[in-house]
């Protein structure tokens, strides 16, 4: 059972457009979420994360909504760019991170 | 850099074989975190340590897996026998404080682990 869902395995966009990445979760208790970045041969990198006290979360480009009542969360990131280009992975905190199964973001010039 | 680091960064193992796989987390981080991430999929816990206790290993696939931290640095990832579902990248992280939700985990590199 796939705690932590990302429906989209992949998603292309016009370089100075927005992106957005969505993600589903299941279990209610979960208060803390994170976005991570990978790119090919690195391990991920922390992105952004909010809580569950909060629905919104912005660091520069980057922002992460919450939204409890549906168990959805989503990053936008606005004006994306070529070097955005990455596999985007959110993940619920429960000390160990639930991780989605990604979403492949191209970013096209 | 002082970042988590993994070794080797690629290993070839023949089926049967045990294989050893390291990390070095960050300095003065007290949590560790073993992770495996399959072609396509997310990485998916395997085991957390504290320090040099292993207070869950509900992750690990089988008892052909084992971790030790003994020392509460380094940690090492043991899998005996492998077999080819063992075929992953294995991820290991470290974080800060003691295992609270809201501390960010930095991942090293990671171990591509090929069973032929």
């Known amino acids: 059972d796939q705690q932590v869902k990302q429906n989209s395995p992949s998603l292309s966009v016009q370089e100075g457009r927005i992106s957005i990445l969505n993600c589903d979760y299941t279990n209610s208790m979960f208060d803390y979420f994170l976005w991570y970045k990978k790119y090919p041969a690195e391990g991920p990198t922390f992105l952004i994360s909010?809580?569950?006290?909060?629905d919104k979360n912005e660091d520069g480009r980057f922002t992460v909504f919450l939204n409890k009542s549906a168990k959805h969360l989503s990053l936008h990131i606005v004006p994306s760019q070529p070097g955005d280009s990455a596999v985007y992975f959110c993940a619920a905190s429960a000390y160990k991170y639930i991780f989605g199964t990604g979403t492949r973001l191209k970013v096209l010039a | 850099g002082a970042g988590v680091s993994q070794s080797p960064r690629y290993k070839v193992a023949k089926r049967g074989q045990d294989v050893a796989l390291r990390c070095d987390p960050i300095?003065?981080?007290?949590?560790l975190f073993w992770y495996q991430q399959a072609l396509g999929q997310g990485p998916e816990f395997l085991t957390y340590?504290?320090?040099?206790?292993?207070?869950?290993k509900s992750g690990l696939p089988s008892d052909r897996f084992f971790a030790e931290r003994p020392e509460g640095s380094v940690s090492t990832l043991k899998i005996q026998r492998t077999q080819q579902e063992d075929s992953a990248v294995y991820l290991c992280a470290s974080s800060l404080a003691h295992g609270a939700g809201l501390d960010e985990q930095y991942f090293g590199p990671g171990t591509r682990l090929t069973v032929t």
């Open positions: 909010i809580s569950s006290i909060k």
């Open positions: 340590f504290q320090n040099e206790a292993q207070l869950d």
């Open positions: 300095s003065g981080h007290v949590s």
